[in-house]
């Protein structure tokens, strides 16, 4: 299976600070990777797949980059409701994995 | 409005059973691949099962092989997932969640159902 390894575990942020979460794969995933927001009691919401192509509606701050293993979520002006746990995903084979998540919480 | 809306959820005994369904409305359910995507109380999300959008191909985690089963549908527009030999790390919100594509990333998710294993 391929671990997806995601950094930080955590980090603390305030509002209008620029963001980065990583997140490596084991093995060469092209760009079959996707960005999901999750916040307290809720269900994930898809912002980034194709490892750099926003989802409709998904504010434009929120960017992804990267390809092969190396990938980046980056939210370039970090606004309250932007504080939630963020998790990567490659869906390059089977069986599908997710990287450990992120918590962004306010500084 | 397009959903998926999951029940069957539960408190249930190591050892037992339990059947999850998800329903789907307001897309074409037969176009597209299904999974169902789990997370412990304060943990993060494991993919457990996936069916191809025609129910040809299905796809397990190994921590669920042959003790759940996958299955759709497509003239109800209902995903399933049946549990057996439950155990206690089986307990989780899961969520069912709908592929954009055949393989691709999940554009849309359920509200969750509650499975809690426990004697």
């Known amino acids: 299976a391929i671990r997806m390894t995601q950094s930080p575990s955590s980090l603390s942020a305030s509002t209008g600070d620029r963001v980065t979460i990583t997140c490596r794969a084991s093995?060469?995933?092209?760009?079959?990777l996707a960005w999901y927001q999750q916040k307290p009691g809720k269900a994930p919401k898809v912002l980034i797949y194709?490892?750099?192509t926003l989802q409709s509606g998904v504010p434009s701050r929120f960017t992804g980059s990267g390809s092969g293993t190396d990938f980046t979520l980056t939210i370039s002006c970090l606004q309250s409701g932007d504080f939630a746990s963020y998790y990567c995903?490659?869906?390059?084979?089977?069986?599908?994995?997710f990287g450990g998540g992120t918590k962004v919480e306010i500084k | 409005e397009v959903q998926l809306l999951e029940s069957g959820g539960g408190l249930v005994q190591p050892g037992g059973s339990l059947r999850l369904s998800c329903a789907a409305s307001?897309?074409?359910?037969?176009?597209?691949?299904m999974s169902w995507v789990r997370q412990a109380p304060g943990k993060g999300l494991e993919w457990v099962s996936a069916?191809?959008?025609?129910?040809?191909?299905?796809y397990y985690a190994d921590s669920v092989k042959g003790r759940f089963t996958i299955s759709r549908d497509s003239s109800n527009n209902t995903l399933y997932l049946q549990m057996n030999s439950l155990r206690a790390e089986d307990t989780a919100v899961y969520y069912c969640?709908?592929?954009?594509?055949?393989?691709?990333?999940?554009?849309?998710w359920g509200q969750g159902t509650m499975v809690t294993v426990s004697s």
């Open positions: 069916i191809g959008s025609s129910g040809a191909s299905a």
């Open positions: 969640a709908k592929d954009s594509g055949e393989q691709d990333a999940f554009d849309l």
């Open positions: 995903q490659q869906y390059d084979s089977y069986p599908l994995t």
């Open positions: 307001r897309f074409i359910f037969s176009n597209y691949a």
């Open positions: 194709g490892a750099s």
């Open positions: 093995q060469d995933i092209s760009d079959y």
